[in-house]
């Protein structure tokens, strides 16, 4: 039972320091735009638009003739 005086305050001192740094979360913007995020991943800044005879395949050096 000793024990609990000093887990007592250890864990309420680390509920406080999640609480803070959800708190902080909240004031600093994290969540504003959750959507964004989502389709961000999905945009490709590399892609280009294939132009005629173009497969988007890497070109070989023989034709395999």
Do not use: C, H, N
Request: aromatic share 6%; proline share 5%.
């Amino acid at each position: 039972m000793d024990v609990l005086i000093f887990l007592i305050p250890i864990a309420l001192g680390l509920g406080l320091a999640g609480l803070g740094a959800f708190l902080w979360s909240l004031r600093s913007g994290q969540y504003e735009d959750l959507d964004g995020a989502a389709q961000r991943i999905l945009i490709d800044d590399d892609d280009r638009p294939l132009e005629d005879g173009d497969d988007g395949l890497p070109s070989s050096e023989t034709d395999g003739d």
